[in-house]
């Protein structure tokens, strides 16, 4: 390597690790929040006359949608994207290790009745059935009610174009890093 070569190469290396630490120090953490999970699906004896239509008026999509209680609006408005995490201790009547591989990241995009506080709300589909025992559940009843589980934001979408599924929401999630971090 000539010494030109060397140099650049130096400082571009020194370059991108300012720029790095630069956008580390600035960059806050992910606010993360201690709610109550419980899940829904989408129908009239579970929501108002429209359960084909979230209250942000997104389309009711039990791959991505959850609701959340009115208390929370300020912090987690229609299109916040979240992340759950369980805590290490959670409540007997909570069924969340049951239902983890239908839960993935979620989007704000309806809301609870006002009696609620502090809570969030799953939207399941209603053929998603778990194995309680030896019989099929839905995952909304079998999910139950936790106490305590933790949710950290991890970005915002506009809510009109909102990931159809998993696999997009993931990958929106994924290749907006900065978003990640708000």
């Known amino acids: ?18 720029a790095t630490s630069a956008i580390a120090a600035t960059v806050a953490p992910a606010p993360t929040y201690s709610v109550a999970v419980t899940g829904y699906n989408a129908v009239p004896a579970q929501t108002d006359d429209d359960p084909f239509t979230t209250a942000s008026g997104a389309r009711s999509n039990p791959e991505v949608v959850v609701a959340r209680s009115v208390d929370l609006a300020d912090k987690l408005p229609y299109g916040t994207v979240i992340e759950v995490t369980p805590k ?3 409540s007997n009547n909570c069924g969340i290790s049951l239902v983890g591989e239908h839960i993935g990241y979620r989007v704000v995009a309806d809301s609870m009745h006002s009696r609620k506080r502090n809570q969030i709300d799953i939207m399941f589909d209603t053929s998603a059935d778990v194995v309680v025992g030896r019989k099929a559940t839905n995952a909304a009843i079998a999910l139950g009610v936790c106490s305590d589980v933790e949710i950290r934001v991890v970005g915002q979408v506009d809510i009109k174009k909102m990931p159809r599924n998993q696999a997009e929401l993931k990958k929106v999630v994924d290749e907006q890093l900065l978003a990640i971090s708000k």
């Open 88 to 90: 290490a201790a959670i």
């Open 1 to 18: 390597m000539s010494f030109i070569t060397t140099a650049l190469l130096g400082f571009f290396l020194l370059g991108n690790a300012a």
